[in-house]
């Protein structure tokens, strides 16, 4: 198999640790991070008690199919880390570190996600990767950058 790709993004939120981490820390909130278009909603009950083992399944919609996704929280290390890994999905490889520091003058929040598609040996996979996987991933996390902004009530440059 092939290395994994990456996505790496960093959003500094001019607030304290102890009120950034805590929203990350409810996965209620994800939906609102999330471009309406995918379709995101959380079947789990809800609350889900955030905690290394916690499973959370989710629907999503790609070209206006359904899929099913189902993380794992693999680290929870609260305020500063946690990981969900994909254990059922579109990707053949999913890992999601979440980290956050306190820096001056508010919290550091990084993204870095390793991810793999399906068949990715086959002919054209890089087309798909380029054309649709990336610029989707990209859209998802430009999206979230600025909900994260309107949520906490700060400008949106």
């Avoid at 198999?1 to 939120?13: C, I, T, V």
């Avoid at 003058?105 to 068949?119: K, L, Q, S, W």
């Avoid at 990209?138 to 309107?150: E, G, P, S």
């Amino acid at each position: 198999m092939k290395p994994p790709h990456r996505l790496h993004r960093e959003q500094e939120l001019p607030l304290p640790l102890e009120e950034v981490f805590p929203f990350f820390a409810n996965a209620e909130n994800l939906e609102a991070i999330t471009p309406p278009g995918v379709g995101f909603r959380i079947l789990s009950a809800l609350p889900i008690e955030m905690r290394q083992g916690a499973l959370i399944d989710y629907q999503i919609r790609l070209h206006g199919f359904p899929l099913r996704w189902r993380t794992e929280i693999t680290a929870w290390e609260p305020p500063h880390r946690f990981v969900d890994e994909q254990l059922r999905g579109p990707y053949a490889l999913w890992r999601h570190t979440h980290r956050f520091e306190a820096i001056p003058g508010g919290t550091r929040v990084t993204d870095e996600v390793e991810y793999a598609i399906p068949f990715e040996w086959m002919p054209g996979s890089s087309l798909l990767l380029r054309y649709f996987v990336q610029p989707e991933l990209d859209r998802i996390f430009d999206f979230r950058r600025k909900a994260l902004l309107q949520h906490f009530r700060l400008p949106i440059p």
